[in-house]
């Protein structure tokens, strides 16, 4: 069964120090998206992305955000200085007849 | 406003009884779903139900959705101490956005 997949699992990094999250959508999906979970709290919203476009961001995706679809496979979300509160679990999803989630990848901002 | 808060917060049951989750949300709706996620897991899809929809079952699931009281509620039937988890519901926003709740934190003791 296809899968949305999310590397690394675990990123540890000092802060200040730019991270790039990888996921791989499924492949014949449309939309994709980046959330995330600060321990113990809710799923956010950050970042839907469609036909190689930012289609709507939430205001915690502020400019030290990016995304990008560099190869028609891979989907990336970078964080150029990382802060302390960027610490979190990030989601990677695609969507076309129904929502799936990578495995998440989990950063530590130290 | 926040879409999809459930209650309660963290329920404790014996192995063999009934788990109950609610969910509450604030906007119109097409579907309602809900989530699962294990201690520091991905996301995984349970069950959508949509908004012209009363109730659905999934296995040992049974979701309802009340339009007029824009609540949901999510049945584990005869709990496994497999189903510890988190419990999320998610409502879709414009623009094909997964807003979720807070989540119910469910623990199954043997």
């Known amino acids: 069964e296809p899968e949305v997949t999310q590397t690394p699992s675990h990123q540890v990094t000092q802060m200040g120090q730019e991270v790039i999250l990888r996921c791989v959508p499924i492949s014949n999906h449309l939309y994709f998206y980046w959330y995330r979970q600060i321990l113990g709290q809710k799923v956010e919203f950050l970042v839907s992305?469609?036909?190689?476009?930012?289609?709507?961001k939430s205001e915690i995706f502020d400019d030290q955000f990016s995304v990008e679809r560099p190869d028609g496979s891979n989907f990336t979300l970078k964080i150029r200085s990382t802060k302390l509160e960027d610490s979190a679990m990030y989601f990677c999803?695609?969507?076309?007849?129904?929502?799936?989630f990578g495995p998440g990848t989990r950063l530590l901002v130290l | 406003s926040q879409q999809g808060e459930e209650d309660p917060q963290a329920l404790s049951i014996q192995e063999g009884e009934n788990a109950t989750m609610n969910c509450s949300y604030k906007t119109s709706i097409n579907n309602l779903q809900w989530y699962r996620q294990n201690s520091g897991r991905g996301l995984v899809h349970l069950i959508l139900?949509?908004?012209?929809?009363r109730e659905k079952h999934s296995g040992r699931l049974r979701v309802t959705l009340d339009t007029s009281k824009k609540s949901s509620s999510l049945l584990i039937t005869a709990s496994r101490a497999a189903d510890t988890a988190s419990y999320f519901c998610?409502?879709?926003?414009?623009?094909?956005?997964?807003?979720f709740g807070a989540g119910t934190i469910l623990r199954v003791k043997s």
């Open positions: 992305f469609y036909n190689n476009e930012i289609s709507e």
């Open positions: 998610a409502t879709v926003e414009y623009g094909n956005k997964l807003v």
């Open positions: 139900i949509r908004s012209n929809e």
């Open positions: 999803a695609s969507l076309y007849r129904g929502w799936f």
